[in-house]
Nanobody, 127 residues
Framework: QVQLVESGGGLVQAGDSLRLSCRVS????????MAWFRQAPGKEREFVAA????????YYGDFAKDRFSISRDNDNNMVNLQMNSLKSEDTAVYYC????????????????????WGQGTQVTVSS
């Protein structure tokens, strides 16, 4: 059984930082790309960041490029998202996703490429 469990969300003030983590079980983690998406109330799920299965390549949504950083810890089957300089518009539920395809050659930024999802962790940024 594949499980993804996110943690690290919370209520912070604008300008603060948060570090989200996602622990994966039930798959050979090091062979799958991982991604973070977010969804705010009344909006569609939005791509935040992705990291290739090798960990060499990373991808970011335009809003995340200068403030967020994705990383993976294959020893502990975890993917992390460091979020700095948070803004009120970053308020959303953040989800981690595990790729459908093992060792995908080109990491996807589309939600449909990710087969398994965590339950989500709420991030609320007060202005």
């Amino acid at each position: 059984q594949v499980q993804l469990v996110e943690s690290g969300g919370g209520l912070v003030q604008a300008g603060d930082s948060l570090r989200l983590s996602c622990r994966v079980s039930g798959r050979p983690f090091s062979q799958f790309a991982m991604a973070w998406f977010r969804q705010a109330p009344g909006k569609e799920r939005e791509f935040v960041a992705a990291i290739s299965w090798s960990g060499i390549a990373t991808y970011y949504g335009d809003f995340a490029k200068d403030r967020f950083s994705i990383s993976r810890d294959n020893d502990n089957n975890m993917v992390n998202l460091q979020m700095n300089s948070l803004k009120s518009e970053d308020t959303a539920v953040y989800y981690c996703g595990l790729d459908r395809q093992r060792r995908r050659s080109s990491t996807s930024t589309y939600a449909g490429a990710y087969q398994y999802w965590g339950q989500g962790t709420q991030v609320t940024v007060s202005s």
